[in-house]
């Protein structure tokens, strides 16, 4: 079995589905529900033609959707590619 950030996240909802493991203001996600989502969309993604060491940028501020994409693309097969999005300086 190769180990990486997918399979923490399975393990971690497997052991502690109900714990949260997002918080963003009132936003909450369990990691059973991350676990879930980030399934969901490892699955369209799947379907929309990713296949195995397909890279996949990602292009997302500091919220709740950003680790359920960051777990999909892994759990696709595909590698993640985090742009910064943040506004340029003054």
């Known amino acids: 079995?190769?180990?990486?950030?997918?399979?923490?996240?399975?393990?971690?909802?497997?052991?502690?589905?109900?714990?949260?493991?997002?918080?963003?203001?009132?936003?909450?996600?369990?990691?059973g529900q991350l676990d879930a989502l980030s399934?969901?969309?490892?699955?369209?993604?799947?379907?929309?033609g990713l296949r195995k060491g397909d890279r996949v940028g990602v292009m997302l501020p500091n919220v709740p959707h950003f680790p359920i994409a960051y777990f999909a693309i892994l759990k696709a097969g595909g590698v993640v590619v985090p742009m910064n999005c943040a506004p340029e300086g003054p």
């Open 1 to 31: 079995m190769s180990l990486n950030l997918a399979v923490i996240l399975r393990e971690s909802a497997r052991r502690d589905p109900d714990r949260v493991a997002i918080i963003l203001d009132s936003f909450k996600f369990t990691y």
């Open 39 to 48: 399934n969901q969309a490892a699955s369209s993604l799947k379907a929309g």
